[in-house]
Structures are given as C-alpha cells and as structure tokens.
C-alpha cells in the first residue's frame, strides 16, 4: 500500500503513452468492457458456429429472394411434389411451388416475429422491472403482484385462444398478412417479459444502493437520468442473454401456433406453416416437412448457442 | 411450516381470481357469438334465438356473468359443453388419463435420465461425454416437439413400419397382447416428450452440481477419507438436487403444453386435443375449464416448489 502511494506521487504526471516511450514497451489499446466480453465469447466455440450459421441464414433470407428468383406463389400442378433436384433444389410443395422460395419467404417472415416478440418482451420487462427496482415501495408491490399472476397464467391455452378470437377482426383492420403477423408478435411479447422483469428489477434493486448512484444524486443527476444512463447499462448483460434466447422461444412458439393452424394463414409461407402443410403429405414428399423444420431447428439451436456463449461473455458469475 | 403452507395457499386465491378474471375478460370482449352457428342456420327464426340467449343469460352485462359462473364453479358446477352437451367435468374426466398417462410417463423417463447424465457430465467438465450430453441438450430443447414426432413417424411408421401412427386410445389393457400394443403406441409420444425435457433438465443438474462440486463441505468429506462415490452420491448429489427438485415441480406446466402439440400429432384424445378442438369450436366452458385447469396447476406448482425447497434446505427459513 505505501509502495504504491509513493510511486504515484513520484511519478505525477506519467500517463500510460509517456511510460510507454520510457520503457520502450509498445502501447496496448485499452481493454474495453465490450472488448474483454468479445474475447470471452470468441473462446466459444459453439457459440461462434452458431453465430456464423445464424448470420448465414439470415443474410439468405435478406437477400436469398432477389438472386434466386423463382417464385415462391407459381402454382404448376404439372411439378407437384416433385423431389429435390437441380431445378428445385428443395422439390416443390402438393401445388408445384418451389420450397426453397417459399423456405426462403418463411424465413423472413419466421426470424421477424422472433425478432418483433423478443423487442415487445424485453422492453416491457425492462420498464416494468426497472420501474418497480428503482421506486420499490407500493409501486414495486404492485408491479410485481402483476407479474407474478401474469407468471401464473397458462401461456400456450390462452395464445391459442386470443389468436382465434381476434385474427378475424384484426384481419379486416389491417389486411390478411399484417394482421396477423402483429397479433402473433404483440401476444407472445405480452406473455413472455415476466423473467425479463425480474431479473431487470434484482439488478436495480442492488445496484440503486451502491455509491456511484450516490454519487450520480449527490451532483443532482435527475432521478430518470440516474435509471436509465447510471444504472440499466449495468444491468444490460443478463438483459442481452434473455433478449437473444427469448427470439428463439418466440420462434418456436409462432410455429406451434402456425403448427396448430392458429397461426399465419396459408398464403404466408412461415417455417412452422409450411410444415403445418406439408404433414399430410409426408408420406409422399418427406422433404415438405424435413427442410421447414430442419431450419426452425437449426435457427433455434444457433440461438442458443449463442445465448450460452453470451451469458459466458457478459455474466460471467452465473456460468451454467 | 405449516403457517408458511397456509399463507402460500391464502396468497394463491387472488391470483386464481386474477387468472380467472383475466381469462373471462378475453372471451367476454372477444369478437364471436357462441350462437354464431344459429346465426348462421335459416331454420331458426330470430325470436328463438332471442330466447336461447336469454334463457343463457348471454344478455346479462360481464360481471354478472362473471360472478355467476365463478360461483357455479366454485359449487363444482362447470357447465356444459356447447357442442356435445356433456357436462364440462365429464368431459375433461374421460380425457385425463389418456394425456396423464404419457405425460408421467415421459416426465418420470426425462428424471431418470436426466439425473445421471448430468452428474456425470459434472464430475468431468468439458471432457468427452460432457461435450456429447451437451450437445444432446441443446439438440433436445431446440427440436421443436412437433418436429420430432413428424420425423419419428416418418422413420419408424412410414419407413420402418415398425410403431403404429395413431394413438388408440380406445385400447384397454387385459392382456400379454394388448399391454405390448399399448407399450408400442406409447413410445413416440414419450420419447418426443422425454427429450424435450431431458435436454433442460441435464443442463439444469450439471449447473447444480457444477455450483457445489467446489464448495468447503466437499473438501472437507473428501479430507475426512470417504470414497469419492460417498462424496458426489450422499454429500454432493443431494445438496445439488434442491434446486432441481423445485425446477421439476415448476416444470410440470410447461410440459402439459407440450402435451397439446403431441396429442395433436399422434391423434392422442387427451385434454390437449380438447382444448384445441374446443377452441375451433368455440365451446366456451369446455375452453374456460381447461385453461382454468392449466392455471390452477401453475399455482400448485408453484406453492409445491417452494414447500419442498423449504422442507429439502434447513437454511431457508419461513418469517
């Protein structure tokens, strides 16, 4: 301890590039929080497969439609179900539609909703749970009374009867597509931020009390200012991982539904739909339900690989 | 404890009525009329109509609804179903065991295996069997349910011809033959349940006793000389099981769910293949009671969680 206080005050005015030039050392660029989290999730190695796959997948989907340009809505009875081949390197669907045009359109459609729900869920968690953290009292009893009944409801029986009350009127609303890509998504954002919340408002809970929100307060940091730019950055790691499994969660429950024919109606080619189509011709056309499903799968999967890789990186407390 | 279980069960009867409230809103604001099929059918004049939704109380505002229905259900009255004319108890009686019977089995399956392949993937992290388990659990929890059945069906009914396609659930056990029928019929469902399950599990029990494989009390019973099988068995195994038997009880809602999606692929007659039925059907009471079941068993898993962490953990204790 005395060692160390008697360099800094023999030393007052090194900084980091001028002990370089003393000591000959090359300078190293500073290590960052993002940058030492990047390292710890490059050793990864599942993790970066999945990532890799994963931006493979959706830079296909992105941009898959313009260079491969048959259609996916060509209806050709002469071509149905016909084997995968140079044509069609997919086969073709019961109709004679390409499946790789319709696997490519239902990708789009399918890492959309993922991505739609998990933005819904994690914002609504993060209010709610910074709000209930940082005000704690009866605000904080209440919103978490709120989010326990909402951990209680029975997720999977009450999605299925909300999109069957409601698709129709959404459908006149706002068109057959939009309709129901905007119900699916709001329904399962709205029953899935409950984690998010509470593990957003434990964060807040702890780190309200340390000194540098007593700091932020002491200087006269307005209380808004003090939870949004002193302490949600801090708890924005464990907030990443659930933010990127819970697109796969979404994912996943688009296609139960499209699977139980409550979710997108035929003429939207999702990946749980086409599989939803293609079961009763199984027999005859495997491929019709291999590839669609092959590909939620294979999507999910990178998902959480990289959401393992992730909690990894940024949490590295709670390894598991 | 048994202050800690009474004000758990108190504090359960709000959120049952929450539940219930919020489940009658969506049907009560919902676009549709259960008398949509009258409606729609010629033959019945509209004062008739008028009538049958008087004679209902369909004409009452909500909260009278509401209140009359909770109070019928609290009397064990739970209605009829609109499209069978069955009473809604009944109903979902005949359809129980079908869905229990696969469901506990399955579930029973994924702790069995679970347990064991977690433990062994903990004591050697990262080593060859470790890495295969791992990968084994993420493929089980990404696999989507229903993708694993259309796929066991197309290798061992369409392909092999091995295992039936269609759950008979009108099969009753008597004999060698038909108990080796039922075996048969039974193992898609279970597996494509079991790995589902098994996938979280395993991750879950490795973690657990990852977290206490460096704990003092360890070193300290291996220190004293027991043998390493005493240690992981009786010292750390049940330490690292508290957690996971909580997870088990929670996990039992999430497994009825996917019970919905594979009653739907094997044509099992279960209370999945209910719901969905009835909800294409807009049979109001049979959807209401089933998801009210859903949520109640929510809350008994719950509360059942946290009595048994309780009772498995001394140092939790109940204020």
């Not at chain 1, 009292?137 to 709120?146: A, H, N």
């Not at chain 1, 998010?196 to 200012?225: P, Y």
């Not at chain 1, 699977?259 to 739909?273: A, K, Q, S, Y």
Request: hydrophobic letters at 50%; aromatic letters at 10%; charged letters at 15%.
């Amino acid at each position: 301890m005395t060692d160390a206080t008697t360099t800094a005050q023999s030393l007052p005015l090194e900084t980091p590039a001028s002990l370089a030039r003393q000591t000959g050392l090359k300078q190293r660029p500073p290590r960052t929080l993002w940058g030492d989290a990047w390292r710890r999730f490059r050793r990864h190695r599942m993790a970066m497969a999945g990532m890799t796959v994963l931006a493979f997948l959706v830079i296909a989907t992105l941009i898959g439609p313009l260079v491969y340009t048959e259609s996916p809505r060509r209806i050709d009875f002469s071509k149905s179900m016909l084997a995968p081949s140079s044509t069609n390197p997919f086969g073709t669907d019961d109709l004679g539609r390409d499946m790789l045009a319709r696997l490519l359109l239902g990708g789009r459609v399918s890492l959309a909703v993922g991505v739609s729900a998990m933005i819904i869920s994690i914002s609504l968690g993060t209010l709610i749970g910074s709000t209930a953290g940082f005000l704690g009292g009866r605000v904080d009893t209440i919103l978490m009374r709120l989010t326990d009944l909402f951990l209680a409801l029975p997720v999977v029986p009450l999605l299925l009867l909300l999109i069957f009350l409601f698709r129709d009127t959404l459908r006149r609303l706002m068109g057959p597509e939009m309709g129901i890509f905007w119900l699916i998504v709001c329904v399962i954002g709205v029953l899935n931020w409950m984690t998010v919340a509470r593990l957003v408002r434990g964060s807040f809970l702890s780190l309200k009390e340390k000194e540098f929100v007593e700091a932020a307060t002491m200087v006269g940091v307005r209380r808004l200012r003090i939870m949004f730019r002193h302490i949600l950055p801090n708890t924005l790691g464990p907030i990443i991982v659930a933010a990127t499994l819970s697109v796969g969660a979404a994912i996943i429950t688009e296609s139960v539904l499209s699977f139980l024919g409550l979710g997108f109606p035929p003429d939207v080619p999702t990946w749980g739909r086409l599989l939803y189509d293609g079961q009763n011709f199984m027999e005859f056309a495997p491929w019709m339900v291999l590839f669609p499903g092959f590909f939620i799968f294979l999507t999910v999967l990178c998902i959480n690989f990289m959401g393992d890789g992730l909690r990894d990186a940024l949490d590295p407390r709670q390894r598991g | 404890m048994g202050l800690f279980i009474l004000r758990r069960l108190i504090i359960s009867v709000p959120t049952l009525l929450g539940i219930s409230l919020v489940i009658y809103m969506v049907l009560a604001l919902a676009p549709g009329d259960p008398l949509a099929q009258f409606a729609a059918d010629p033959s019945v004049p509209v004062e008739v109509r008028e009538n049958i939704r008087q004679a209902l109380g369909l004409n009452d505002p909500w909260y009278i609804r509401y209140f009359k229905w909770l109070s019928a259900l609290l009397r064990g009255d739970w209605g009829f179903s609109f499209a069978s004319r069955v009473p809604v108890l009944d109903l979902i009686g005949q359809r129980l065991p079908q869905t229990l019977q696969v469901l506990g089995l399955a579930y029973l399956l994924s702790i069995c295996l679970a347990i064991p392949i977690g433990v062994l993937s903990a004591l050697r992290p990262y080593s060859l069997f470790d890495n295969i388990a791992t990968t084994f659990a993420f493929i089980g929890f990404s696999l989507p349910t229903f993708f694993t059945g259309l796929v066991l069906i197309l290798i061992f009914s369409v392909n092999l011809r091995w295992l039936p396609f269609i759950y008979d659930s009108t099969l009753t056990v008597n004999s060698w033959e038909t108990f080796i029928r039922q075996i048969r019929q039974m193992i898609m469902p279970i597996t494509v349940l079991a790995l589902f399950q098994t996938g979280t599990l395993t991750r879950f029990v490795r973690a657990s006793m990852l977290d206490n494989l460096p704990a003092d009390y360890v070193r300290t019973a291996r220190s004293k000389g027991l043998n390493e099988r005493a240690v992981v068995l009786r010292h750390v195994l049940r330490n690292s099981l508290i957690p996971v038997v909580t997870l088990i009880a929670l996990g039992v809602p999430t497994i009825f769910t996917g019970a919905i999606v594979t009653e739907q692929i094997f044509r099992i007659n279960g209370i999945g293949e209910l719901l969905i039925r009835s909800i294409q059907n807009s049979d109001t009471p049979v959807i209401m009671a089933i998801t009210f079941i859903f949520a109640v068993l929510v809350v008994i898993a719950n509360l059942l969680a946290d009595v048994i962490y309780g009772l498995l953990d001394p140092r939790i204790r109940y204020s």
